[in-house]
């Protein structure tokens, strides 16, 4: 397939999809890059021009009190992508899985050809990671034992491990009152591959924290004067993801956005 454009988006980041729909443009990505899973705006933004939950509220137990959140930007993403594609905005939909970009040129291939040729005035080119030299790390940590607790969220003051988001787990089918833990750290690409910033120091930090703040593992006995006894917490790693920077989306965008969904109408008068 040929196209012919004078703007297109390069990238699938919240702050391209953003630009783009904003702006009307056609996006074009390789990979998806969706938002943080705990990303979430604050309980207070309005989305209910895209049919989304208005006045969304959640609240997080913490150590400091009641967290108030709102809904998460992952669905805002999830929502302004679907709605380019059903006006023929996403042309390559998650069918690319590579790109090449010359001058006044993109080509995009799957694994087996080249399947767009798209030619362009202006690039507005959202792929460039890592803009601050910092990655943003999510370790997903899998608790064996001791994962039964209260707590959604503990909040530290150091970058490596800075938050601690607890969420059902998602290894066990149905609702499961056993919690998971994503760590989430600011590492320098210097340290990136440094043992002390590695995968299995963040789960010890994560336990340790956990200590610090009073949590225990499962009841095992009691002893001699009667006090409990608990078993230490037993966890595992599952994956370690690099991100990106968050996007923080201001009332300025988000007004933006209520404007041009006036072009959607079409498409939202049906969700």
């Given at each position: 397939m040929?196209?012919?454009?004078?703007?297109?988006?390069?990238g699938?980041?919240?702050?391209a999809?953003?630009?783009?729909?904003?702006?009307r443009y056609?996006i074009?990505?390789?990979?998806?890059?969706?938002?943080?899973?705990?990303?979430?705006f604050?309980?207070?933004?309005?989305l209910?021009?895209?049919?989304?939950?208005?006045?969304?509220?959640?609240?997080?137990?913490?150590f400091?009190?009641?967290?108030?959140?709102?809904?998460?930007?992952?669905?805002?993403w999830?929502?302004?992508?679907?709605?380019?594609?059903?006006?023929?905005?996403?042309?390559?939909?998650?069918l690319?899985t590579s790109?090449?970009?010359?001058?006044?040129?993109?080509?995009?291939?799957?694994?087996?050809s080249?399947?767009?040729?798209?030619?362009?005035?202006?690039?507005?080119?959202?792929?460039?990671?890592?803009?601050?030299?910092?990655?943003?790390?999510?370790?997903?940590?899998?608790?064996?034992?001791?994962?039964?607790h209260?707590?959604?969220?503990?909040?530290?003051?150091?970058?490596?491990?800075?938050d601690?988001?607890?969420?059902?787990?998602?290894?066990?089918?149905?609702?499961?009152?056993?919690k998971?833990?994503?760590?989430v750290?600011?590492?320098?690409?210097?340290?990136?591959?440094?043992?002390?910033?590695?995968q299995?120091?963040a789960?010890?930090?994560v336990?340790?924290?956990?200590?610090?703040?009073?949590?225990?593992?499962?009841?095992?006995?009691?002893?001699?004067n009667?006090?409990p006894k608990?078993?230490?917490?037993?966890?595992?790693?599952?994956?370690r993801?690099?991100?990106?920077?968050?996007?923080?989306?201001?009332?300025?965008?988000?007004?933006?956005?209520?404007?041009a969904?006036?072009?959607?109408?079409?498409?939202?008068r049906?969700?």
């Amino acid at each position: 397939m040929r196209y012919e454009y004078d703007d297109i988006v390069l990238g699938s980041s919240l702050e391209a999809v953003i630009f783009a729909f904003n702006k009307r443009y056609p996006i074009f990505f390789s990979e998806l890059q969706r938002p943080f899973r705990f990303d979430y705006f604050d309980s207070g933004v309005d989305l209910s021009f895209l049919k989304l939950p208005n006045n969304f509220k959640k609240t997080l137990v913490t150590f400091e009190g009641e967290k108030v959140i709102g809904i998460c930007k992952e669905l805002l993403w999830e929502r302004l992508l679907f709605l380019m594609s059903l006006n023929g905005d996403v042309p390559t939909a998650s069918l690319c899985t590579s790109i090449r970009r010359d001058a006044n040129k993109i080509s995009c291939f799957n694994e087996y050809s080249k399947i767009a040729e798209v030619n362009f005035n202006r690039l507005h080119d959202y792929t460039k990671k890592n803009r601050n030299g910092n990655l943003i790390c999510y370790d997903w940590i899998a608790f064996n034992s001791g994962g039964k607790h209260d707590i959604d969220f503990i909040g530290t003051d150091d970058n490596f491990v800075r938050d601690i988001w607890f969420y059902p787990s998602d290894r066990i089918c149905g609702n499961t009152k056993v919690k998971d833990a994503c760590a989430v750290s600011y590492i320098s690409k210097t340290f990136i591959d440094e043992f002390d910033f590695s995968q299995t120091m963040a789960r010890f930090k994560v336990i340790n924290e956990m200590k610090c703040r009073g949590m225990k593992g499962l009841l095992s006995s009691y002893g001699p004067n009667g006090k409990p006894k608990h078993y230490d917490f037993k966890t595992s790693t599952i994956s370690r993801n690099i991100g990106t920077e968050l996007v923080d989306v201001s009332a300025r965008q988000i007004l933006q956005l209520k404007h041009a969904s006036l072009r959607y109408q079409k498409y939202l008068r049906h969700l």
